[in-house]
Each structure stands twice: as structure tokens, then as C-alpha cells.
């Protein structure tokens, strides 16, 4: 404690001193430029043309290398999904060793490895390089595709697929790409459950052959091992790989839009809206522009304290983080986009919120102490980047695939330290824009297009365009008008009746429904208990209790352990035998329109909370409860839980969903009802 003390007194003792020298009236001029051991890597080609690249660093007996092919993206049309399909296969099963068999060696050796048709990457210690390189090599050089894999490929692909059709943030991860590039474009394609279906075994094999190409490629090395040890291996595992190369085929153009707009996409089930704002970006790294483009995105977004997340996030608190990035093509061009993710309810705020830091940054000069800040993270980063000696192989082969000067890194300090206020400016305003910027929105359209539909910019109202969930064009959602009269204890009503009315549900006093799944090889149960005013989850996999859940109108507890007082609160409505009996006395319960669920129209009745609200959707038709979504708001966060009802079946005069259907960890798994008890075998112990 004492030496602390001493310590702080000495460090409170300087900084006084310091202030008292300094001029605040002026802006401190940079020091010297800090030396940097960058590394160099020893360089020669095989006679196929493949370009070695060795860095050597004996300090730790370990080696990585990275196969980079350096093929130009291509665009798979129809077979969407033929690359991914093909990088999954790879380096499973090879024409010499089972799929069994060639796991557990790399496991053996405690190494790891990956290849693809544009490459591969592996690690390992080197005492035993030779015998993971060889099985690299093997892997690489002769990969077995089977039908029996593919096929399972191919449907671990479409389940992802699927378990992303609702998913707003999957959605928008596709549409913006689609609509920038267009989906006639290799950065804008869009892989479907179609152009899965439409891969064959002979796709896979042509495609692997067509892309595993050395000439124009590149094999990064680093760690324990010379360059003449790297050339023995190359030579050993390497030499019956004939040369060849992949042609860079011509791109559709693409261009910004004439004027800003809204490009929206409807999501019914979404509680938040997935934004950004994009434009092209002609940005390369071989630019002189590029050092301080680096700088003034990181200034807009590209930071916790950027000006994006300082308004959005820290001022209006309209999302958990708000960022921006800013690309460099080489094929061609990029994007710039600023990204994140809103509360429904403020949309329309965020998107203008957006956009005006986006034009702040090319219209006013920065602060000289954020760009100071700025560039000392930069140069903070780059100095222990270089301590690595696997950067320095990564940097040469960036400096020969961007056509890059070769002292690019030598120079690197310098040239971010040189970045100006003017030149922030000078290259916001060249790169981002605000006034030809397309405006991506993924969210429900019942709940924020009336207001987006109003958003003005630079004087001017924005124009809507609509779109589908695979980017096309499309006509604006529609708004179905709920009958005249019609209210969410009418819905709970009708659906009350409809599992069996008044008199089955007065004769009831308690309830087990046991339900049934399969996922991941284990079978997982859930036993539900009901008494008027509690209820209790009991969740097995393999017979082993997994998670309890009890829930009562004072409290709730999970595995023994009491939730948060607003969390059981939030709760209590599902404590009894039937939630509805709970929500049709509630004054959190209210209903917010119709949506489609799996094609059909239903009611949606939400019930709000502070940490957990509650969406129900009971069909328009045959007044069933067909939908449940529980979306739990924590630090920001923002979650969401849903499952489907189907198949009902009557139990001694009420009806019970016979299957409950969710995705979890990207795979949807389907419970069935296995056993109903009513009336018996449940106990006020059963909710201690």
C-alpha cells in the first residue's frame, strides 16, 4: 500500500509540473517518429508460380502458414452456394485417409487446419511440421467428395438458410449487399434454398478444379522454420501441383442512386430495424488517400467514442452501438456503410441522426484533440501489430496484391501521422456521402413506415422504395385495418373458446403437458406444471434436468435462483394454467394488429414489460394461438425467442398444440406432445 501511495504522489508530483509547462494555447507538436522492427520476409516462387513468403521466428517452437490463391470473387448464378458447399467438403475426406482417420491425426498432433478452394491455413508445433504439412498437402492436393457428405452439406446449409428467413439481421446482411452490387454480381448474389438444391457432386468437383489454382497464388510462412526449410517442404508435399491460374472475369457496373432514398424491407416479427446508410466507395489501398480516409472513418464510426455512436448510443440512446467502415476494392469497387441496429419506435430519428454526423464530417473541421486521438490509436495499434512476426508476412503479400509500394508499412507512421484537419474533410467529403446515399431499412413495416415514409433531408421528403427479403422490387406492405370494434380481450376470448370454452377450461384445476425433441443426438424433454396462478418448465436432455423454471404472481426462480423483481414481474402473466385468464385482467396487454404467420392472417396481442415483452398471435380464422414471441431487453441487448404452434389436438375437451417448433443455435428443433394429464399429478410442492 505504502509503495502505491508513493507511486500516485509521484505521478500526481509530475503531472503538476508538466502543466505548468505547457502552452495551451497551442497545439503540441508531434515527437520524433517511433522506430518499428517491421520484419522483412524472404521471398522466392515455385516453378508452378506459387509465391513464397517466409518470416522466421524461433522465439516459440510453432509454425503457421496461410495459402492464399488470391482468386478473384466469382459469381455462382443458379448454384449459389457451389463455393460454400465445396470449402465444407474440403478437408474432411481426401483420397488417401478416411474422414475418421484424418481427424483424428490432426487432433493427435494438437494441430489445426483449413482448406478451401481459394486456399487453406494450418498451425501446428514444428517438431511435427512435416507430418501435419503432409496431411495440409494431402487435403489440399486430393480432396474426396462424396454424395453422402454433400447431401448433408447441403442441408446443414439450407436449415441456416431457413433458420435466417425471419431474421432481420440475416436479411439485412443480404439485401445490402444485393441491393448495392446488384444481384447479378458476385458481392450481391444471394444464396437461396434453390440454388442449394441446384449443386450437384459433379458442381463441387468442377468448382474445386476450376479455382485450386497456384499461379497467381501466394504461402505465407511464419514462425519456427527457414527459408530453406520452408523450400524442402514445398518441394517434398508441393511438386506434383502443376501450374495454372483463375482468369478475373468482367463485373456488372454498379453506381450510387441519383439522390438519397429509403430502401425498405419488411420484416413482420422484427423489435428492432436493422439500418444503414451505403455508397460506393472507389477507395484503394494504393490511393493517397487512403491513410486519412483510415482516419476519418474511425473519427465517424469506427470507435466507441466516434461521432455515430456518441450521438446514437451515448446522447439519444436509441441503440446499443452505432459504427461505420469504409472499404477498399480490388476487383471492384467498395462500400462505405453506416450500420446499426434501432428500437422501432425511433427509426425515423436514427436515420436522420445519421445522417447528419455523416454530413458534419464533410462539412465542419474536426476537433484537433479527437484527430490527435485518433492517430495515436492508429499508431498504437500498428506498433504492437508489429510485434507479431505472422503481420509481417501478411503485409508483404498485401503490399503485392494491392500494388503496393514496398516500403507502404516502412512509411506507415508517417503517413498517418501527416493526416490534416483538411484532409479529414477534404476526404469525407470525396467518400461519404449524404446526398447520394441509399438508406437500408430491415424492419416491421407496421411499426415504423408511417414515419419513415415522412423522414425529409436537405429539404427535401425521401423517396421509398420496397423490397422483398431476397432484394426485389416490390410493392409497399400492406396495412390490414383491424374490424371496427374489435379488441385484445375479444382475441383472448375467442381463443379461450376455441381450445375448448368456459366450461372444459372451469373444470380444470391443473395441468402436465410433457413435450419431446431431438437435436444434436440427444433427445431433450419439457415438462410444463400448472396450477391457477403458478407454473413451472422443467427442461431434460438425456434425463438429466437441464434448467428448472418456476413462476409464480410474487415470483419467479430459475434452477433455485430468483430473477430480477421486474423480470418475475414481467413473468407473472404466464403463471397459471392458461396465460390468458392472466392477461385478460392485465393493463400491460394490448392488441397491435394482424400479421401473416406461415401464410395466414392472425391477431397480435402483446403484452409489454420492462425486461420481457410478450407477443401472442392467434389466428384470424380459427381464433388458435399460432405464434409466441418472448424478446428479453438487457444492457442494450436485445433478443428474441420464437416459436410456433401447430397441430392441435383435443384432451378431454380442451386443445393443446401438438407440436412447438423454434430455432435454437440455427437449427430449429420441433417438440411433440408426448403426455397430457389433467386434472392430476401436480402438487402446491411442485412450485417451492
Known amino acids: 500500500m505504502k509503495k502505491y501511495i508513493i507511486f500516485t504522489l509521484l505521478a500526481v508530483f509530475m503531472g503538476a509540473t508538466v502543466t505548468a509547462q505547457i502552452d495551451r494555447t497551442k497545439i503540441p507538436e508531434s515527437g520524433p517518429m517511433p522506430e518499428v522492427n517491421l520484419g522483412e520476409a524472404k521471398e522466392f516462387k515455385l516453378k508452378n508460380g506459387l509465391t513464397v513468403l517466409v518470416v522466421t521466428d524461433s522465439k516459440l517452437p510453432s509454425l503457421n502458414w496461410n495459402l492464399n490463391l488470391n482468386n478473384p470473387p466469382v459469381y455462382e448464378g443458379d448454384k449459389a452456394g457451389v463455393q460454400s458447399l465445396t470449402s465444407a467438403l474440403m478437408g474432411k475426406e481426401t483420397q488417401l485417409t478416411s474422414k475418421d482417420d484424418f481427424s483424428e491425426k490432426i487432433d493427435f498432433l494438437g494441430a489445426s487446419m483449413n482448406v478451401s478452394p481459394n486456399g487453406g491455413f494450418g498451425f501446428c508445433l514444428s517438431k511435427y511440421t512435416d507430418q501435419v504439412f503432409s496431411l495440409f498437402a494431402e487435403a489440399a492436393l486430393q480432396?474426396?467428395?462424396?454424395?453422402?457428405?454433400?447431401?448433408?452439406?447441403?442441408?446443414?446449409?439450407?436449415?441456416?438458410?431457413?433458420?435466417?428467413?425471419?431474421?432481420?439481421?440475416?436479411i439485412a446482411g443480404n439485401v445490402r449487399s444485393a441491393l448495392l452490387y446488384g444481384k447479378n454480381h458476385a458481392a450481391g448474389e444471394i444464396i437461396t434454398e434453390e440454388t442449394v438444391n441446384n449443386v450437384t457432386l459433379e458442381d463441387v468437383n468442377n468448382f474445386y478444379k476450376e479455382r485450386f489454382k497456384p499461379s497467381n497464388g501466394y504461402i505465407l510462412f511464419s514462425g519456427d522454420i527457414t527459408e530453406k526449410q520452408a523450400k524442402s517442404l514445398l518441394k517434398k508435399y508441393f511438386r506434383d501441383w502443376d501450374k495454372g491460374s483463375v482468369e478475373t472475369p468482367e463485373y456488372p457496373s454498379f453506381e450510387d442512386v441519383p439522390t438519397t432514398e429509403i430502401n425498405f424491407v419488411d420484416v413482420p416479427n422484427a423489435v428492432q430495424t436493422e439500418l444503414a446508410v451505403m455508397s460506393v466507395s472507389p477507395l484503394k489501398m494504393s490511393d493517397?488517400?487512403?491513410?486519412?480516409?483510415?482516419?476519418?472513418?474511425?473519427?465517424?464510426?469506427?470507435?466507441?467514442?466516434?461521432?455515430?455512436?456518441?450521438?446514437?448510443?451515448?446522447?439519444?440512446?436509441?441503440?446499443?452501438?452505432?459504427?461505420?467502415?469504409?472499404?477498399t476494392g480490388r476487383y471492384y469497387n467498395s462500400s462505405f456503410r453506416a450500420t446499426t441496429k434501432v428500437r422501432n419506435e425511433i427509426t425515423d430519428s436514427a436515420v436522420v441522426e445519421t445522417l447528419k454526423e455523416i454530413k458534419r464530417i464533410r462539412t465542419e473541421p474536426v476537433d484537433a484533440e479527437i484527430l490527435a486521438n485518433a492517430k495515436a490509436k492508429f499508431l498504437g495499434s500498428f506498433i504492437l501489430e508489429s510485434e507479431d512476426k505472422a503481420v509481417a508476412a501478411r503485409r508483404a503479400l498485401r503490399i503485392r496484391t494491392n500494388n503496393l509500394p514496398e516500403d507502404f508499412y516502412k512509411n506507415y507512421i508517417a503517413n498517418i501521422d501527416k493526416v490534416t484537419i483538411e484532409d479529414v474533410q477534404r476526404v469525407a467529403d470525396k467518400y461519404?456521402?449524404?446526398?447520394?446515399?441509399?438508406?437500408?431499412?430491415?424492419?416491421?413495416?407496421?411499426?415504423?413506415?408511417?414515419?419513415?415514409?415522412?423522414?425529409?433531408?436537405?429539404?427535401?421528403?425521401?423517396p421509398v422504395k420496397y423490397f422483398d427479403k431476397e432484394a426485389n422490387p416490390t410493392d409497399r406492405p400492406e396495412t390490414v385495418v383491424l374490424p371496427e370494434g374489435l379488441t385484445a380481450e375479444t382475441v383472448l376470448n375467442n381463443y379461450l373458446t376455441a381450445i375448448g370454452g368456459k366450461e372444459a377450461i372451469d373444470k380444470t384445476t391443473s395441468l402436465i403437458l410433457k413435450y419431446e425433441a431431438s437435436a444434436m443426438g440427444n433427445t431433450i424433454v419439457s415438462e410444463e406444471k400448472k396450477l391457477d396462478g403458478k407454473a413451472s418448465q422443467v427442461l431434460s436432455m438425456g434425463g438429466n434436468p437441464m434448467m428448472t423454471v418456476i413462476m409464480t404472481k410474487d415470483k419467479a426462480t430459475m434452477n433455485k435462483n430468483p430473477l430480477p423483481e421486474n423480470m418475475a414481474t414481467d413473468m407473472s402473466v404466464l403463471a397459471g394454467l392458461f396465460p390468458e385468464l392472466n392477461m385478460l385482467s392485465s393493463d400491460k396487454v394490448k392488441l397491435a394488429g394482424i400479421e401473416a404467420v406461415d401464410g395466414k392472417d392472425a391477431y397480435k396481442v402483446d403484452v409489454s414489460g420492462d425486461v420481457i415483452s410478450l407477443s401472442f398471435y392467434y389466428d384470424v380464422e380459427s381464433g388458435l394461438k399460432?405464434?409466441?414471441?418472448?424478446?428479453?431487453?438487457?444492457?442494450?441487448?436485445?433478443?428474441?425467442?420464437?416459436?410456433?404452434?401447430?397441430?392441435?389436438?383435443?384432451?378431454?375437451?380442451?386443445?393443446?398444440?401438438?407440436?412447438?417448433?423454434?430455432s435454437q443455435m440455427g437449427q430449429v428443433i420441433e417438440f411433440k406432445l408426448i403426455e397430457v394429464k389433467i386434472n392430476e399429478g401436480v402438487s402446491d410442492q411442485d412450485f417451492d
Open 143 to 170: 480432396p474426396k467428395f462424396t454424395q453422402e457428405e454433400l447431401d448433408f452439406e447441403k442441408e446443414q446449409l439450407i436449415e441456416g438458410i431457413k433458420s435466417g428467413e425471419n431474421s432481420a439481421a440475416a
Open 288 to 327: 493517397e488517400d487512403y491513410h486519412a480516409a483510415l482516419v476519418t472513418n474511425y473519427i465517424l464510426g469506427g470507435a466507441f467514442g466516434s461521432y455515430l455512436n456518441m450521438n446514437l448510443r451515448e446522447d439519444k440512446g436509441y441503440t446499443y452501438g452505432a459504427r461505420s467502415s469504409l472499404g
Open 432 to 462: 461519404l456521402a449524404d446526398d447520394k446515399a441509399r438508406i437500408v431499412l430491415v424492419g416491421k413495416a407496421a411499426d415504423v413506415l408511417e414515419n419513415v415514409e415522412k423522414i425529409e433531408w436537405n429539404g427535401k421528403k425521401l
Open 626 to 662: 399460432v405464434k409466441e414471441v418472448q424478446t428479453t431487453n438487457m444492457q442494450g441487448r436485445t433478443q428474441s425467442q420464437e416459436t410456433m404452434l401447430k397441430d392441435y389436438q383435443t384432451y378431454e375437451g380442451l386443445k393443446f398444440p401438438n407440436v412447438r417448433a423454434g
